[in-house]
């Protein structure tokens, strides 16, 4: 099954503990990108990747860090979390960068940072 | 300036009536596409439809179709049928061929389907 696989759902954690969320796709595409959903902001993109070891900065990128070692997977890096970073997040990914490419969405991983 | 307008904060539609969910949009690209996505209250993003800004026909996908007015910048959803699992967050967003590829997206519409 086609599909975008982020790890983990949930996550609460405390101020400053490093963590990854992984993010990995089975579909063979180029363009990965991460997004963070805030109430009143909507979606937002954190950085995205045009492929292996091409990333580049989206409209939020402070206090992440990302890595596209291989083409299926992006994760997403938080070196020193902070309760500002609490959010629903995303990975998406799609066959290229085209305006025609619609992005494939994980199902999304809960970060609450205490 | 908003690139992607949804100005239904939310809609109410009977089981099996149509419902149509608003979204205008603004660019100087050429080239877009236009997507919708749902989001059910379990959060994930669903894609629905895509339209191209080059497509001279709207989009269909099942209950789904995509109104387009190219002139008057509006791409709204059309859902026929209405289920009681359509229930939802509604999405329209943006990819533009300049960039970083993104998508933009509106606000969002949550529909409510009453029995």
């Known amino acids: 099954e086609a599909q975008v696989t982020q790890n983990p759902r949930y996550l609460i954690t405390v101020t400053g503990k490093k963590l990854t969320v992984t993010c990995s796709q089975n579909m063979n595409h180029e363009y990965m990108s991460w997004y963070r959903q805030d109430p009143g902001l909507g979606l937002r993109q954190i950085y995205y990747?045009?492929?292996?070891?091409?990333?580049d900065k989206g409209d939020v990128p402070e206090g992440y860090k990302v890595s596209r070692k291989e083409k299926r997977n992006f994760p997403l890096i938080l070196e020193s979390p902070s309760p500002n970073q609490t959010s629903l997040y995303f990975c998406a990914s799609s066959f290229g960068p085209g305006s025609n490419q619609p992005q494939h969405f994980g199902d999304g991983t809960r970060l609450s940072i205490l | 300036a908003q690139k992607i307008t949804q100005t239904q904060p939310g809609m109410f539609v009977q089981e099996k009536e149509a419902v149509t969910l608003d979204c205008t949009y603004d660019t100087s690209d050429p080239s877009y596409g236009l997507f919708w996505y749902k989001q059910p209250s379990s959060g994930e993003m669903i894609f629905l439809i895509y339209?191209?800004?080059?497509?001279?026909q709207n989009a269909t996908e099942g209950r789904y179709s995509l109104n387009f007015q190219k002139a008057r910048k509006s791409a709204n959803l059309v859902i026929s049928a209405s289920q009681l699992g359509d229930s939802a967050m509604y999405f329209c967003?943006?990819?533009?061929?300049?960039?970083?590829?993104?998508?933009?997206f509106g606000s969002g519409t949550r529909l409510q389907v009453q029995p």
């Open positions: 967003a943006m990819r533009e061929v300049a960039g970083r590829r993104a998508l933009t």
């Open positions: 339209q191209g800004s080059y497509d001279q």
């Open positions: 990747s045009m492929n292996v070891e091409v990333t």
